[in-house]
């Protein structure tokens, strides 16, 4: 059973709005959360992070929320651009190290 | 080279073969991992290595082995390959092991297996 799971599969955004991905996890002992960005034929590049101690990390046009006692995560883009296009994963570290991945949500911005 | 690199970037292989993913870092990173990307189920972790000389095993070890000889170098075999190990295999590294390393991802091998 999946750990960590992204339930949109895709969303689409027009250029300059906010983009929204969601993220829920199943595990309490998860203590580091990841975003990946994936394009075709490439493996993900880091993207943002955040530790379980904070509830907002904010990066230029993302920002990461954490709500620990829903057990979920989420990615905000403002503005969405159409480079952003791309598959998102979440990600979830427990404290082995262990990475635990979410299908992803594949983003489409329309310009 | 900088980061990682894999090869090969495509395979089509006959079941019952055997199969080493080749996988090479020049970050003198500590940690290495091979995931492994099928439709719907996101990255799965295979196997690890924390430092070289030292592995274990993740999600979906079976039907995987790895070796670390050295810092760079961490391949992955398929001792006698079967078609539900068709997938796109990525191998990562990490700076040192420990919560809060990013993983950096190599472009992946894409494995079918008839």
């Known amino acids: 059973d999946q750990q960590v799971k992204q339930n949109s599969p895709s969303l689409s955004v027009q250029e300059g709005r906010i983009s929204i991905l969601n993220c829920d996890y199943t595990?309490?002992?998860?203590?580091?959360f990841l975003w990946y960005k994936k394009y075709p034929a490439e493996g993900p590049t880091f993207l943002i992070s955040?530790?379980?101690?904070?509830d907002k990390n904010e990066d230029g046009r993302f920002t990461v929320f954490l709500n620990k006692s829903a057990k979920h995560l989420s990615l905000h883009i403002v503005p969405s651009q159409p480079g952003d296009s791309a598959v998102y994963f979440c990600?979830?570290?427990?404290?082995?190290?262990?990475?635990?991945f979410g299908s992803g949500t594949k983003l489409n911005v329309k310009p | 080279i900088a980061g990682i690199t894999q090869a090969p970037t495509s395979q089509i292989l006959a079941a019952g073969r055997r199969m080493t993913l080749r996988c090479t870092q020049d970050?003198?990173?500590?940690?290495m991992y091979w995931y492994r990307q099928d439709l719907g189920l996101g990255l799965r972790l295979i196997h690890y290595?924390?430092?070289?000389?030292t592995t274990g095993k993740g999600e979906v070890p079976d039907g995987y082995s790895v070796s670390r000889a050295n810092t760079d170098d961490f391949p992955l075999t398929l001792a006698s390959a079967v078609p539900s190990q068709t997938s796109v295999y990525f191998c990562?590294?990490?700076?040192?092991w420990g919560s809060g390393n990013e993983q950096f991802f190599g472009p992946g091998t894409r494995l079918t297996v008839l």
């Open positions: 595990n309490s002992m998860f203590d580091y």
């Open positions: 955040i530790s379980s101690i904070k």
């Open positions: 990562a590294s990490s700076k040192f």
């Open positions: 290595s924390n430092t070289a000389g």
């Open positions: 990600a979830a570290a427990d404290n082995f190290n262990k990475f635990y």
């Open positions: 970050m003198r990173h500590n940690a």
